[in-house]
């Protein structure tokens, strides 16, 4: 593992919406259903046996023939378990990641828990006007609208007009979390358009959820992400803080983290490859962590159904934290500024993760590029191989 970072221009954050708009691009509750059975108490059918090699020889190879990386480590799970864990240079098994965008999927199955929470006054479709103690001109965008980046508040290629909007991204804890996000309501930034009308990515609307979210619960974003992701799950590492303003001080250690006070919502997770791969499992067992139900079916087929893709300007196949694969049709992803990317194959039943922890941003589109293009297909075909 890096245990500093030498080489440090500081990475813009509009990087993250220029390389993957670019196509680089529970409530847990003490009353839960039963696990789903292949399930139900009687033994799951034997895994496949699949042969993982041919990914891990790209990923070797990747990391050979590119002066950048250091290191890359990637996690493939299904609704059993793990079934492939591999590192390569001077990733472990137990290296932490910043996720930047990465950190979109979490973000939303935290809403989603949170919603579905009986005991929590929160909606997923409700105006956040009606929540939050203050006002302003986007108080009538839904979390719905924000986090499928369709609320037509102007997304991270806006960055450079941005002004007090940039609370977000401080990691100083004296800027207080509810108060960005009344600046963020009420001071309207250039050329906003109505809800729904255009897909814009990242940016302030993704903090507005989770300032909405607080509000709404009364408790910090990472009391809210320990409630319903990391208790039930068994997280180790995973939590979110905001290292935007400077990335230097971050070391690679969960304890270098800054920001925890003002997370940032779109962007400010840390993980390690086991922590990554329970929360992907969520998606592939009908909500649960082990036998803890922390999301509906429903919620998690909800995260997934195209919302960006049927607007009616800059249209792009988008759920809620998923990209939608228009080249490959059944994937979804969520890549980050960093490199670092997660995925699910639906058709397959099949998720990995793949960790990076190059905070340069000199050639932060290779790592997703090598997943989308050359990764996600030697997968597949080795998934195909292995049910014949």
Not at 108 to 131: H, K, R, Y
Request: contains cysteine; aromatic residues 10%.
């Amino acid at each position: 593992m890096r245990t500093a970072i030498t080489r440090h221009p500081l990475l813009p954050i509009w990087l993250c919406a220029a390389l993957l708009v670019s196509g680089c691009g529970g409530g847990g509750s003490d009353n839960n259903p039963a696990p789903p059975a292949n399930g139900g108490g009687t033994a799951p059918p034997p895994e496949p046996e699949v042969d993982f090699s041919q990914a891990d020889t790209a990923f070797q190879n990747f990391l050979d023939n590119n002066a950048v990386f250091n290191g890359i480590s990637y996690v493939v799970v299904d609704a059993g378990g793990t079934l492939h864990t591999a590192t390569f240079g001077d990733h472990t098994e137990e290296t932490v990641v910043m996720l930047a965008s990465t950190s979109k999927v979490p973000a939303v199955m935290t809403l989603m828990a949170l919603a579905e929470d009986a005991d929590a006054s929160f909606d997923i479709n409700q105006p956040i006007g009606e929540v939050l103690p203050f006002d302003g001109v986007y108080a009538d965008r839904t979390p719905a609208q924000l986090v499928s980046n369709t609320s037509g508040i102007p997304g991270l290629r806006q960055l450079a007009v941005y002004g007090p909007h940039l609370c977000q991204y401080s990691f100083d804890d004296a800027i207080n979390f509810e108060a960005c996000g009344e600046v963020l309501l009420s001071v309207p930034l250039p050329d906003s358009h109505d809800a729904g009308s255009i897909f814009d990515y990242g940016g302030s609307q993704w903090q507005l959820a989770g300032v909405t979210a607080s509000v709404a619960a009364n408790a910090t974003w990472n009391q809210l992400v320990d409630q319903y992701l990391g208790t039930p799950c068994g997280l180790e590492v995973f939590t979110f803080g905001n290292m935007w303003e400077d990335l230097t001080q971050w070391d690679g250690t969960a304890g270098s983290l800054k920001g925890r006070g003002n997370p940032n919502i779109e962007g400010g997770a840390i993980t390690n490859l086991a922590d990554y791969a329970k929360l992907l499992q969520v998606h592939l067992t009908g909500g649960y962590c082990g036998e803890t139900q922390v999301l509906s079916e429903a919620a998690i087929t909800e995260m997934r159904v195209d919302r960006g893709g049927v607007v009616a300007e800059e249209p792009v196949p988008y759920g809620m934290g998923w990209w939608i694969s228009r080249d490959n049709p059944g994937i979804y992803d969520d890549p980050g500024a960093f490199g670092s990317v997660s995925f699910m194959d639906e058709e397959r039943g099949f998720a990995g993760y793949v960790a990076i922890d190059d905070y340069t941003g000199i050639d932060a589109d290779a790592p997703v590029r090598l997943v989308r293009t050359e990764v996600i297909p030697l997968l597949q075909a080795a998934f195909d191989a292995a049910a014949d």
